[in-house]
C-alpha cells in the first residue's frame, strides 16, 4: 500500500480529500447523510443560497437526456437567515467542511449576503455563483458579462475581508472563459468553480412546446463532462496558479482523474448522486486508488498533469 | 429534518418473478429486511439500463404490496407499465438479474387509529398501491370500499387476490369497455354521503387527485392522495418533484414529492398552482 497525500487547496483553504459535492446537488447535506458520512470527503458545496425565501420555477423541471438531464429549478432555497439558523449547524455537527454558495440578483445583494455569512464561523470557503442558468433574464448571468462579473467578486471581496477564499462559479457558456476568469482573480476571487451546466432545452414531441415549466435549463451529467475538461484546461493553461473546482458530468474516479489532469485541484460531484446516493465515497475511493495505481504520491502531482511538456513525463 | 431518508438503503435486489398483467407488469424483488421497513405509500428508486446506459437517472415506482417472509425472504411487488426506454427496461429484466435499488424512500398512506369506513381511489396502475393499503385498512378494522378507474379496460389494475380486502370494487372505464361507463371521480360524492367514508385513499394522475380534493376540500373527510411528479433522484436533492402546498397557517412552499410526498394531504396541495409559478 503506497501512501498517497490526497490532500487539496483552494486558495488557504485544506481538505483532507479532493472530492466536493456540487451546489444544487446536495442540498444542505441532510439527504445524502443517510447514505454517507459527510466528513468523509473532501467537502460540502451547499445549495446556492439567496438573501430571501424563494419558490423557484414551475414543474416540470427535469427531462433526462442523452447521458445527462437538464434542471430548472431557479434557485428554490430557504433564504440566508433560514440557512444560517438551521443548515450551517447541522452541517458543523457532522464535522462537514462546509463550502458555501451564494447566487444574488443584484451586485447588491451578493454583497449582502457577504455580509451575512462573515461572522459566522467554521465556513472553508465561500463559492459565488454568477453562473445560474435558471435565471428569468438572461441578462442577468453575471458570468456572461465580463464587468458584472468583476463586480460581483470585488463586492463580495470587500464586504468578508481577505481570509475567506473566494470560489466564482464560471459558465462555459461565455465566448472567451479565460478573459471572464481573469476578471474575477483581478476582483479579488482566489479560484474559480468549472463549470456550471451548460443552457439546454427540449421540445415535448407531444405537445410541441419546450418541455421544462422555464423552457430553457442546465445540461448536466456525462454528457457535458467533455465541455467541463475542455473549460479546465484552457483556464488553467492560461492561469496555471489559479486553483479550480472542476466539475461537469464526474461519475466515476476516472472522470474525476481527467479533470485533475486537466487542471482541477478539486473535483465536485453533482448530478452522479442524483442516480447513485453513494457516488461520492465510491468516485473518492476509486480516485485514490487510480492515483496509487499511476504511480502518484500526492495528489498534487496529478493536478494539470495534461499540461506538462512530453519529455519531462516520467510518470 | 434530520430524519430525512432514514428508512433508506442501497441494496442490490434479485428478480424473483416477472409476470405480464394485462399492459402491466408485476415485478416479484427480493429485499431482504428491507421489506419489515416498507409501508403502504412508500416508493423504490430503481437503476435502470445497466452500467453502461445513457440513461443516468433512476426510475421511480410505488410498492405496491411486500412480504417479510416470502419463499424468497423479503420482498416487494412492483407493477410496472413499459411507458418509457427506462420502464421497458426493467420490465425486460427476466427472474434472477440484480438490480441496484433504493428503498423504502417517501412517506406512507396514515392508517386511522379507529376502525372508520375508507374509500380507496385508484386511476390506471395507480391502483397498485392500495392493494397493500387495502390489506393493512382491513387488518385494522376499516371497512374498505374502492373505486378503479382507467381510459379503457386494459389499463385497470385489479388482480383477483387483491379483492380479498375490500368491501367493494367498483371499476370505471371512460370509454365503458369494463365496468361502468365514466369517471372513477363521478360516484365519490355520492359514496362519501352514503356510506359516512371518514378518509380517501388515492393514487393516480394528478387532475384525479385534484377532482377528488374538490370534493373533500372544507368537508370533515380526510384525504391522503399519493402525488405523481417526475424526479430525478428520489432522494431530496435534486428539487424538481415540487409541489405547491399551503399549510394550515398559511405557509406556502414549494414540498419535494419523494420527501415530503408522494403521500400527502389533499387539502395541503393549491392544485390549481401545479405546475405553475408560486
Redesign the interface.
Known sequence: MTALDFSTTLGNAWFPAPIFTASGCASSGRELAQFFDLNSIGGVVTKSVMSKQRHGRPTPRMAETPSGMLNSIGLQGPGIDAFIAKDIPYLLEQKARIIVSIAGETVEEYATLARKLRGISGISALEVNISCPNVENRGLVFACDPDASRRVIDGVRRTIGGELPIIAKLSPDVTDLVHIARGVVDAGADAVALINTVLGMVINIQTLRPHLGGKTGGLSGPAIRPIAVRAIYQVHAALPKLPILGMGGVACGRDALELIAAGASAVSVGTASFGNPTALPTIQNELMELLIAKGFSSLRDAIGYAHRPEETDDN | ??E???K?K?ITAQVVSNKRVGQYHQLILAIGDAAQLCMPGNFAAI?VGGDTS?????RAFAISRVSVNSVAGGTMELIVAPHGQGSTWLCAQNEGADL?V?VPLGTAFGIPTEPVQVLLVGGGYGSAPLFGLAEVLNARGCRVDMLLGASTASKIYAPMEGKRSVNSLRIYTEDGTMGQSGRVTDPIAAMVRDLNIAVIYSCGPMAMLASIDSITRGTEVIHQCAVE?????G??????????TQDADGT???LRSC?DGPVMDGEKVIWDK?????
Not at chain 2, 432522494?235 to 405547491?244: A, D, E, F, N, Y
Open positions: 429534518m434530520a430525512i431518508n432514514r433508506a442501497q437503476n445513457r440513461m443516468i437517472l433512476r441496484d433504493i411528479e417526475s424526479m430525478a433522484c432522494i431530496g436533492v435534486c428539487m424538481t418533484c415540487v409541489l405547491p406556502i412552499a414549494m420527501i401545479v405546475g405553475k409559478a408560486l
